[in-house]
């Protein structure tokens, strides 16, 4: 099917008022809750996927286009203004944001990555639009084995990119695989540690652990730092605009920050963290003030928001064409997907093209809308910073065990949160990352899926995975990334 | 020298920590592997039963723990782990057990009341009244919002003959 003619299709799904109006809904609302302190966009659309429960699908989505891309807008509100970044990727843009903040220059810092990240946004929106459909045709040719083989690599380079030591996200991501495990095996009808529990036979729903995680475990956290961490809002009156010579400072790194980031978020080896570390090296040696780095140079805000933003989009990528998440964000958008019977990947854009193309559409208009709320709004977010800490917390931990409740109206589902909860604040105390746990619940079911089909089709022979050059290479590559660090450690010693 | 010894005492227990994850990701890893040999064969024919994976998950995790184990044993550098109050931690932890045990005979908008005055004490709040004030509007409006606007149903408890003449 021809690209345009798709995108156009969508957008007359998504231009209907009442989705205009579920877009705008999703902006604000992730914008919302996006700037809550503590908040990053994983934990906004866990919160917010119970309250799409009653709509219908397209409407559903297009809803979350606007939350996803919201959450991301006001987590670099927060980064900004109280140095307190709700997520990875934006700890780059929290050091020379804040020093801005610090030195009064707070609402051009908020509108360059507000401008920079609805330039980057669209540019990777564009760029999504015409490499779906080219990653669906690819993606036709995979057979289960491929399929696997992409997942472990996807495991792989989740847990060493998040974690300190791979290790570490490794932990993670394996305690998430196994809380996947738990309920009945959909190919043979048996139950898998269930512990006897009837509630746990449907399996442990994605918005349970990452808002335990999240929610609980974050404000386990906080709590118990409270006392020795003093934190400072910084003002920022009426609407945000920027200079001439920032425009001119700021263009070039928006550009540059969107095409490093889109490739980084596509691969099925995402992640927002890295194209923002390298979009900031890269400003600060191209620039001419290197002097200003760290002390609230607008190219560090611009360059690295940019970055955030395009991977945002690239993310999509892989979670649309191939089911493949790489963000926990992602992740929970999979789940939703789920929850609605559908499962992305090539046969969606087949079967539910309407679905799929409005969702792309939504993310144009969504950014657009963003662009408009944020820049005359940004007093009423800052407001929003100002709530004090506990009666935000007390409020963070009411919703999330709202939202966690009204799954199934079951008070096992709590004990299960406050259980995951527990593990999360024992995950941050030793800095094990949350984020791949919450990619391996949702993936690793799906990579048992296709383990077992790639086995059956072969009829038990696990040589299968290793006949296929792709899958073989796949494999390779996600073990180098497992053992290479060592061994290249263990080489360099007897060298020495 | 005092401190110095401090220091080095608060080093130890904190690499004892993480040793601890790393020994608890073992010890999971093998309580895995125990209950997987108690999943059930059933009779449906697959070529790939429902104890394969579990069986990889389990030693992955063996393997992974061992790992970081070994590297919390071999780490000189000092550990991060910051320090912790457990005060507030026991006081968020008894607001979120108060809210289970009240949820579904109280009802919604009383346990989570509880929970916000018990959550805000723990950070700090010098204010229980106004709290309870804040947390109880906030909880009734939600209650009242996600009934009407989204059709939820939340344990109404002592506030249903109310609830129901309103809506």
Known sequence: ?496 | MARNLKVARNLKSAHLGEAGFGLGVMLFGMLVAVLTTNIPIGPAYSAVGPRVFPWLVSGALIVVGLMLLIESLRSTEPSDRPEVDWRAIGIVGLGLAAQLLLMTGAGFVVASTVLFVAVARAFGSRRPLLDTVIGLVLCAVTQIGFTWGLGLRLPAGIFAGFLKGLL
């Open chain 1, 1 to 496: 099917m021809d690209t345009l003619g798709a995108l156009f299709q969508g957008f007359s799904v998504a231009v209907t008022p009442m989705n205009l109006v579920w877009a705008f809904v999703g902006v604000a609302l992730g914008t919302f809750v996006g700037v809550l302190p503590g908040i990053g966009p994983a934990l906004t659309v866990a919160l917010l996927l119970p309250a799409t429960y009653t709509l219908e699908p397209t409407a559903a989505f297009i809803m979350f286009a606007g939350i996803y891309y919201g959450g991301m807008y006001g987590g670099s509100t927060t980064a900004i203004l109280l140095n307190t970044p709700g997520e990875s990727a934006s700890i780059i843009t929290a050091i020379d944001g804040n020093a801005m903040a610090r030195q009064g220059r707070g609402a051009s810092a908020l509108a360059t990555a507000a401008i920079g990240s609805f330039i980057a946004g669209t540019i990777a929106t564009v760029a999504l639009t015409f490499l779906a459909p080219v990653m669906v045709e690819i993606a036709l040719q995979f057979g289960a084995a491929e399929y696997f083989a992409l997942m472990v690599l996807a495991f792989t380079t989740v847990s060493a990119l998040l974690g300190s030591s791979i290790f570490r996200g490794l932990a993670s991501l394996f305690l998430g695989v196994t809380l996947g495990l738990v309920g009945i095996d959909l190919q043979t009808g048996q139950a898998r540690f269930a512990l006897g529990v009837p509630q746990l036979l449907g399996g442990i729903d994605v918005v349970i652990v990452a808002v335990g995680l999240f929610a609980v475990g974050e404000t386990f956290f906080v709590a118990a730092r409270h006392r020795w961490e003093q934190e400072e809002i910084l003002p920022v009156k009426g609407s945000v605009w920027m200079t001439r010579d920032e425009w001119k400072r700021s263009w070039k790194p928006w550009l540059r920050g969107s095409a490093l980031g889109f490739p980084f978020g596509a691969l099925p080896a995402g992640g927002a963290e890295i194209p923002t570390f390298l979009s900031y090296m890269l400003e600060k040696r191209l620039s001419k003030r290197k002097e200003e780095f760290g002390k609230g140079a607008i190219e560090g805000v611009a360059g690295p928001e940019a970055a955030n933003n395009s991977a945002a989009a690239g993310v999509l990528v892989p979670l649309l064409t191939l089911g493949l998440p790489t963000s926990a964000t992602a992740a929970i958008l999979i789940a939703a997907f789920q929850q609605y019977g559908l499962q992305p990947g090539p046969l969606l854009f087949a079967n539910e093209p309407d679905l799929v193309w409005g969702l792309i559409a939504s993310l144009y208009i969504g950014n657009l809308m963003l662009l408009v709320l944020n820049l005359p709004m940004a007093g009423v977010w800052v407001r929003v910073l100002a709530i004090p800490r506990p009666l935000l917390y007390a409020g963070i931990l009411v919703f999330a065990t709202l939202g966690t409740y009204t799954l199934n109206n079951s008070v096992v589902d709590l004990v299960l949160l406050y259980v995951i909860g527990a593990l999360g604040f024992v995950m941050r105390l030793y800095s094990i990352p949350v984020a791949p746990a919450v990619i391996g619940l949702i993936l690793g079911p799906l990579a048992e899926q296709q383990f077992r089909r790639a086995l059956s089709i072969s009829q038990g022979d696990a040589t299968v995975f290793f006949t296929s050059p792709l899958s073989a290479s796949l494999l390779a590559i996600a073990a180098i990334i497992v053992v290479g660090p060592t061994i290249w450690r263990l080489v360099r010693r007897r060298k020495t």
